[in-house]
């Protein structure tokens, strides 16, 4: 707006002169021509002309000037009689029309400020997430083969479920394979499996399979902060994979939005349950329509309403569990091409030593291993760096830092030696892998165990032996230090949890029988147990503490019995463990059958050195809890005091 005013009312080289200026320059004679001009769209009267300018030092002629003088209407007749008198009797009118260029210039605000507030509330629209008027719209993502890099090729471990989905794909790109038979395709597929082992790169690899609209989004995604939201998006998105059928549509983490109704908590006008109904509706409902596709993945569907579960919603379920000992290898093998590994690399050794591992955990240890390489300036990963990245992901890091008095480190010392002496000994237990007083994660002390195959059950004989091998460390504390110490608290924890499963899950109780005690705690916060009460008495509540005091108790004093019988194998392991602090299995059973150590470990250069509170732990293999409908039985899992 300034630059159009300046060119109006100025011009290119135009000087402004006032009337007493025009006056002296009419006096002096210097004026050579004048003209009237009237601008209709400024209704301004002026007058235009040309006057000399002596010669400056660096020129060589008077210089022509142009200038404009602004005059009042009112004295237009006065002041052309001064002007005729002044030598300029004639002087021409020339009439401006700027009606357009006006006409812009005062909209021109009134457009910019209109321009401006666009501009804001469409930034606020952009920081308020999808907008203050899509609330109710889906926020699912489009994928298509093209924008995933993740195929089948990528997914390992896992082949009965890969086949399952693979079989989903092969359906829509040939569906008529499937139809000539009668067969139609699936509604809905459940992915059901423990954290990390690949429900959700499965999804990937589907995108990157099929060669239709693949829809992803998470079940959070559906719940917000004002009511109704959640139903409107579900519809929303159905709506939008309707008008791309055949597609797919994947739901992930759908625990989040189908949870069990009808728990009593939150009323019938709940948010969740609203949008449960809306995903239920959609899935089989009156306007339900084939060619729609839902996959989900949940690590919960003991939490999932039953009406989401039934056919016609779900109708094929996929477990993705824990890979064995094959599946290992296998994702070990996908993780190592990403990484320099070295030729003397057994990634089957690895895989037979990380049971229980997801396929989540293994590529963090592949990750792990090959930055503990880069740390040492190493070429390549070898089998010592994997080694360190195993124990390192399933025990923690070591913590050479942590400052301990003497007397703790001796304290530490002989509790690992009272859990390994008595690992050896028993038959029943997994094979033993290190022991070390060197802090590693929450612990000050680790008797490393790693069993030799993947174990899908658990024998009582073995349950008994894990017992007393539990028993060890705060055995050997008592009957070496005279005194006991916090130490022993994991131990007692991971006992507690293993008797009272032996007594009210797995009938391994002589007193109380085969029968199920356990509470379903872990239902809790669903609401499902606030208005029952507990399927036993008082006085069977009282039998199962007196069975799971009698388990313990009973290993307590086996271990007791053993150690006083191996009390110089316990002392030399000790020292060994005081002198050296960290053990391999090969050392400490030598230690155990023969008391002496022939092939002793390079003392480290760094001192032990630990503090806070005394604690070991004894870690086999980390493996499922067993759920109603089967699966992996558990393992012993270390836990810190």
Sequence with gaps: MLAYYVSVNQGPGIEQKSLPQL??????????????????????????????RPAGPTENAEIVVPFRTVVD??????????????????????????????????VLPFLLFILALYFLFRQQIRMAGRGAFSFGKSRARLLSGGKTKVTFKDVAGVEEAKEEVQELVEFLKDPKKFQKLGGRIPKGVLMVGP????????????????????????GSDFVEMFVGVGASRVRDMFEQARRHAPCIVFIDEIDAVGRARGTGLGGGHDEREQTLNALLVEMDGIESQEGVIVIAATNRKDVLDPALLRPGRFDREVRVNLPDIRGREQILRVHAQKIKLSKNADLSALARGT??????????????????????????????DLEEARDKVRWG?????????????????????????????????DPIHKVTIIPRGPALGVTMMLPASDKYNARKKEVLDDLCVAMGGRVAEEVFLGDISSGASGDIRQATW???????????SEKLGMVHYADDS????????LGTSRGYSEATARAIDHEVQHFIQAAYEKAKRIILEHKDKVEALAQALLEYETLNADQVTEIVKTGKMTNPPSKNSSPVSNGGEASSTKSPARQEETTKDGGLLPGLEGAPA
């Design 355 to 384: 049971p229980g591992f997801s396929g989540a955990e293994l590529a963090n240890l592949i990750n792990e291993a090959a930055l503990i390489a880069a740390k040492k300036g190493k070429d390549n990963v070898d089998q010592p």
């Design 397 to 429: 890091k070591e913590r050479r830092s942590l400052a301990m008095s003497e007397e703790e480190r001796k304290t530490t010392a002989y509790h690992e030696a009272g859990h390994a002496v008595l690992n050896v000994l028993l038959e029943n237990t």
């Design 23 to 52: 006056t002296r320059l009419l006096d002096q004679g210097r004026v050579k021509a004048l003209v009237f001009i009237r601008d209709t769209s400024t209704g301004q009267t002026f007058l235009e002309g040309r006057y000399t």
């Design 522 to 529: 872990s239902m809790v916060f669903l609401g499902r147990e």
């Design 73 to 106: 209407l009112e004295f237009n007749r006065d002041l052309k009689q001064f002007l005729a008198s002044k030598g300029f009797p004639e002087i021409d009118v020339k009439v401006i029309h700027n009606f357009w260029g006006q006409a812009f210039l005062s």
């Design 195 to 218: 954290p990390g082992t690949g429900k959700t790169l499965l999804a990937k690899a589907i995108a990157g399979e099929a060669d239709v609209p693949f829809f992803s989004i998470s």
């Design 498 to 508: 293993y008797a009272r499963k032996m007594v009210c899950e797995w009938g391994m």
